[in-house]
């Protein structure tokens, strides 16, 4: 089923190497703390095998020099010699989920449901190269992506890291992610992690972290499939994920996780746990390790309690309660994966090939991104064929999203709930600056306040959500779940999205600004930014085109590109839209 990826050499390698650990060293590279929680010289003292930056964790002042520092650092740390430590080199992770987005200056690509949208499995891969090329520029060996969720529930905040509701698409994408981002091990690819095995897209309500209440046949049907071609083309991990399947957490799910992933799929890499998510299997943080470890998690990401967790496992392993053999079993898939992947191989981050180059939001990668930003537009309404725009025309540009790179780029930028303001996404354009740098009349009023019937000849307004990720961008309509009352997650404590998915409710400023504008006569083009498709019937009734851009990452210039007729409008619905009184299916653009 699964691509081997244990060969002879690596095997070997890797025997050699495991019998000469001690039971400490063992644990240790089970053990992936978060950054902020660790110095180099804890890595060398507790024989840390990984270590994570979580969403927007970063050293320094975020520039690609600081990153290369920081895991120069760790990884001198990981390859010290000492008597009781054989040197095992450290492999640092990320969310590069779409670009490296958390690093100040990358290029940033469309979130996932956008390039569902461009049904182009080609521009994948060729995504997902860039993405490791700007990885490996900043040291790093390994991104938590790609997300293979199919999002059943567009409530859920995760909605935008999926690329549509229809696993055939998803499935369509995720070998050619894989290929695009480990390069087969070659030097210029990274360590992928397909995520979060199982059911993430499958919760009730879409409740992030909840419960997947499907009959195992649906299961693997939904949300097992994509997960079969990036095993095929050798993805090195797989994260465990938050949610349940019909009350029983993934995290401590034996049969999911061992019997189905490992077994019978024969997945030959590693297990990472999600963030902390070991912890929610139970009340008592020593049983939750066990039941993880048992379950078949074989490396845990912590944030702050890791000293906490390797004291657990080592306890453990000597009264018993977590076989050593299982013990064995996941240092041999982690160091199987570092030596497949050639971590043993590459000098200390400082001084390999990719560190050493200046492609971070090169301009040949920010092309690829504007490409994905035009084939990711999806035309759902034209009167009077009012598109393209002629951009001699005089142009009124408003709405909150229209010059706002923060939020065009969504969560998982910059800062784990994404960023407000052009500031921080350095490079690439807004909407506006796109439409700015063609048409020679266009004038910006984000209220609409300044709209003149003598002025203007037609206006782009862009509406739409603010960044969010996680449980803070789901939809709790009331009644329903009381906000922040679940048990089941961190994210639980914390304020979800909104009530409703109609944007008129959960952003009655977008309709004014229309409305601002409309009532002097002049044609509205609306542009929607947005995580997920929401219910925009009235917006409609006030416009004569409509546009979903979904979350279109660094390179807003692609959307005049469209706009103006210098490329066709190609992207169709990767999940079909809501309705009050219309409606889209999936596969819909005109
Ligand atoms: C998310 C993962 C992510 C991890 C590390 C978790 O909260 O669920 O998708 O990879 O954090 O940032």
Redesign the pocket.
Known sequence: MTATLANRETTAYVESLLARLTLEQKVGQMIQPERMAITPDEVAEYHIGSV????G?APGANTAADWIAMNDAYWMASMRDAPNRVPIPLLY???A?HGHANVLGATVFPHNIGLGATRDPDLMERIAQITAREVLATGVDWT?AP?LAVAKHIYWG?TY?SFSDDPHLVSSYAGALVRGLQQECGRGGVVA?A??WVGDGGTTNGRDQGNTAISEEELERTHMAPYLPALQEGVLTV?AS?NSWNGVKCHGNRYLLTEVLKERLGFGGFVIS??D?VDYLSDDPAEAMAMAANAGVDMF?VSVEWKRCITHLLDHVRTGVVPMSRIDDAVRRILTVKHRYGLFDRPRPAERYWSSQDCLGAPEHREVAREAVRKSLVLLQNTNNILPLDRTARLLVAGKNADNRGHQCGGFTVA?QGTNGNEQIIGGTSIWEGIKAVAPHAQLSVDGSAANASAHDVAIVVIGERPY??GMGDIRPAGLVAPGSSPEG??AKLDAYGQTIELAVLHPEDLATIRAITRHGIPVVAVLVSGRPLIVDTELTETKAFVAAWLPGSEGQGVADVLFGDHAFTGVLPFAWPHITTRWPRGYGL
């Not at 994570?52 to 969403?55: A, F, I, P, T, V």
Request: aromatic residues 14%; hydrophobic residues 35%; glycine residues 14%.
């Open positions: 994570l930056s979580g969403g964790s992770g990320v969310d989920v938590f997300t995760r890291e992690c995520k979060h994260m938050f999600d963030w998510g990401m784990w990720a996680e961190r994210t």
